[in-house]
């Protein structure tokens, strides 16, 4: 097991804009704001939504896309290091309008209809993301 250990930081929340990319926008304001550890949660709705999902036999990600309007039932996730730069890695739900559930990786091209977003910052060190050899992922494997 991996364990860190932070304190709280600053809480951000923010509304993305009608229209814009969700997780573009999420890395641009971590990018801006010098955010490099924290964790995010979110609720609303989109468009579109432009997911993945890691096939462990295969050890690669499949794409897919929702091209229809869903609500944001739980959106989760977290901010670390990959090559130097902040990264996101977010999961979501979505349920549609006969209250079918879909859910997946965050991938660019999910288009926001309606979105708040908790931005919670933690005060350490980054964790860094390091290729994982038993997944084939890269994860949390150490802080700068």
Not at 3 to 17: M, Q, S
Not at 59 to 85: K, M, P, T, Y
Not at 90 to 118: P, Q, Y
């Amino acid at each position: 097991m991996i364990h860190f250990t932070y304190r709280p930081g600053a809480i951000h929340l923010l509304r993305l804009p009608t229209g814009a990319d969700l997780l573009g926008h999420l890395e641009e304001f971590v990018t801006d704001n010098n955010i490099e550890t924290a964790g995010l949660s979110y609720l609303g709705a989109v468009k579109s939504a432009s997911l993945r999902y890691y096939d462990q036999n295969e050890g690669a990600f499949c794409d897919f896309h929702i091209h229809h309007h869903l609500e944001v039932l739980s959106g989760v996730g977290n901010v670390s290091l990959l090559d130097g730069q902040p990264f996101i890695r977010t999961h979501a739900v979505f349920g549609d309008s006969g209250g079918r559930a879909f859910g997946g990786r965050v991938n660019h091209g999910c288009e926001v209809w309606a979105l708040e977003v908790k931005i919670e910052e933690f005060d350490g060190y980054p964790p860094v993301r390091l290729p994982d050899h038993e997944t084939g992922l890269s994860l949390c494997g150490e802080r700068t």
